[in-house]
């Protein structure tokens, strides 16, 4: 019996390489779906690069699978994704068969990437895959999450209740996102800002003055002392005739080089993670944010119908902060264990008391994703209030910072001016 090699997908979109004996290429390809595994590449032993054949695929090109993953651009904006999901979601609703509404938006979609996609899965459907497959064809454009959801709304027929699921949840955590990122916008324009007024004025401003008081033999104040030094600072040259001040600016940029390198390891995600949930203020907003992406995704799937040990899998994935990883990975062993999910929830110290009592009676009740949900809905609020009140603290703060430094620096430059007229006069 011939020995094929293939390459294939599991149901989360992982990549597996092996080999099986069977009779034909279309059996091997049979025997795989089996075992949940979709094919992208087979090739009988010793007859070169692997490629499904039109008979095993139902396609009517005779042309080889070739599916490549990671290239630079395999990926689309959020918001791209969200508006795909939520226009099928609508066609589907409406009555057009998924291989038609597929076809529908692949040709009116303007972007490149997700329109190669969209026919891509459209290709895939004709040939006789399922969507969650096609789905799976593509890890990095559409995550564990969506393809489960697709899968489980598949096998319950409610695919298009499924699709208005997901395309909530994308527009509730994209609209999260964008709350907590016009918050920090004001308060790095304004530092911005304050920035380069101190770098004009101790480049060209401030030297002309100190230029001016060195020819007078008078002692400068204090404050005129350290603006005028820490300007000649800025200007000296003690290294490859370049500025000092561009030093400065290249070693900020080399620490934060360094802190996304060290963001990037396994100790420095977990030091990062827990630094970001006990900031001040900062904190406070961080936790409520990632309480509410785990309710969310975990109700969003258990609605859906995803079993509950792969929904804790996949929202543990998903959920941003190595912390609450953590505690959702025991929460997954206690559920897998016959355990209440209460338990473990409550000694991870993550999550607030307001949740885990919520939890409880959702257990209790038999209607956990339904508090789930309430839970991300009230903590989103919770989000909003909190960024509303960090913007109102804030903007004040950094007006009142920008004014003491420009206030500073110009007191700094006139203090010497005025004590020398007023010699004057007394003369």
């Known amino acids: 019996m011939p020995n094929f090699h293939y390459t294939a997908l599991d149901a989360k979109g992982e990549q597996a390489n092996g080999e099986i004996d069977a009779a034909t290429e279309a059996e091997a390809v049979q025997k795989l779906r089996a075992q949940g595994l ?172 100190k230029e001016m008081f060195s020819e007078t033999d008078s002692d400068l104040p204090l404050i005129s002392q350290i603006v005028f030094g820490f300007s000649e600072f800025c200007l000296g040259r003690p290294i490859a005739g370049i500025p000092n001040v561009v030093w400065v600016f290249v070693a900020l940029g080399g620490l934060i080089t360094a802190l996304n390198a060290f963001g990037k390891t396994k100790g420095g995600r977990l030091f990062i993670d827990k630094l970001k949930l006990h900031l001040p203020i900062l904190g406070d907003v961080t936790r409520k944010s990632a309480v509410s992406r785990f309710a969310r995704t975990l109700g969003t799937l258990v609605t859906s119908g995803v079993p509950i040990l792969q929904a804790l899998n996949i929202t543990r994935d998903t959920a941003g902060n190595v912390i609450i990883s953590e505690a959702i990975s025991k929460v997954h062993e206690a559920v897998k264990e016959g355990e209440s999910i209460v338990t473990p929830l409550s000694s991870s110290g993550v999550f607030p008391s307001m949740v885990i009592s919520m939890v409880d009676v959702g257990e209790e009740t038999g209607q956990l994703p339904e508090m789930l949900l309430k839970i991300a809905d009230v903590y989103d609020d919770e989000v909003d209030n909190a960024v509303t009140a960090l913007t109102s603290i804030l903007e004040p703060m950094m007006i009142v910072l920008l004014a003491l430094v420009v206030g500073a620096i110009v007191f700094a430059l006139f203090l010497p001016l005025i004590k020398m007229i007023s010699e004057m006069s007394d003369q």
């Open 38 to 209: 979709y094919p992208t590449h087979i090739a009988e032993d010793g007859k070169g690069k692997p490629g499904i054949s039109s008979k095993a695929s139902g396609k009517k090109k005779a042309k080889p699978v070739n599916i490549s993953f990671g290239k630079a651009k395999s990926t689309v904006k959020p918001k791209l994704l969200m508006v795909f999901t939520r226009q099928l979601a609508t066609l589907i609703d409406a009555g057009l068969p998924l291989l038609r509404s597929l076809t529908v938006l692949g040709k009116q979609e303007p972007n490149p990437v997700l329109k190669a996609t969209i026919s891509s899965l459209a290709d895939s459907v004709q040939g006789g895959s399922t969507f969650s497959e096609s789905l799976a064809q593509h890890p990095k454009m559409f995550n564990k999450l969506f393809v489960n959801m697709v899968k489980a709304g598949e096998l319950g027929g409610v695919l298009e209740v499924v699709l208005n699921r997901l395309a909530e949840y994308q527009e509730k955590a994209q609209k999260l996102k964008n709350k907590i990122v016009s918050a920090m916008v004001y308060p790095a324009i304004v530092m911005f800002i304050a920035v380069a007024i101190l770098v004009f004025l101790m480049i060209f401003i401030v030297p002309k003055f």
